[in-house]
């Protein structure tokens, strides 16, 4: 899983353009709003979003269910996971 969260995280630096290093997102930090650290933002989100299901094969769709999904990298993970669609 520790290799999952960093791949998103990676994902997430890379899709988003933002310019920090990967490693330095805590699994837990809050990625979207103005006062967060990487402030992410709804064009992100969709960015993200089509991201996902480029490398994955997964679709949010539940715009309540994207909230809690995306709101750090340890519940992306998890969703993830739960859906077999996580690397082994």
Known sequence: MKDLKLA???????????DCDPASIADDEVLFG??????LDSLDALQLS???????????????????IFANVANLAAWLKERNKAPA
């Open 50 to 68: 089509m991201a996902l299901q480029k490398e994955f094969g997964v679709r949010v769709t539940d715009s309540k269910e994207t909230r809690i």
């Open 8 to 18: 998103l995280k990676t994902l997430i630096v890379q899709t988003c353009d933002k």
């Open 34 to 39: 103005a006062g967060t650290r990487l402030a």
